[in-house]
Nanobody
């Protein structure tokens, strides 16, 4: 059993900052890519940022230069530093990870429960 536990969402004014974290736990052999997606009301879920086990990152164009994704492999945790937040960043943010576990022995994609980020104008 794998759990992705997210933290750090909340309400912030435009121009403010938030830091999200996502910690993976369970019978984990290895974690490949980890990252964040978001879904605003009435919109499809979209990639925000993703990082490989080797540290390579990719970002949505809308967040480049404002968001920074980092990873602590020893803690199975990723951090999303969000600066210069805008009202259009308002969404539920979901952690996502590709994980190989002792039980299954194959790579499976997991999702967190989501954390709300609200940016007021």
């Amino acid at each position: 059993q794998v759990q992705l536990v997210e933290a750090g969402g909340g309400l912030v004014q435009a121009g403010g900052t938030l830091r999200l974290s996502c910690a993976a736990s369970g019978s984990i052999i290895s974690i490949n890519a980890m990252g964040w997606y978001r879904q605003a009301p009435g919109k499809q879920r979209e990639l925000v940022a993703r990082i490989t086990s080797g540290g390579s990152t990719n970002y949505a164009d809308s967040v480049k230069g404002r968001f920074t994704l980092s990873r602590d492999n020893a803690k199975n945790t990723v951090y999303l530093q969000m600066n210069s937040l805008q009202p259009e960043d308002t969404a539920v943010y979901y952690c996502n990870a590709d994980i190989i576990t002792y039980g299954l022995g194959v790579r499976v994609n997991y999702w967190g429960q989501g954390t709300q980020v609200t940016v007021s104008s």
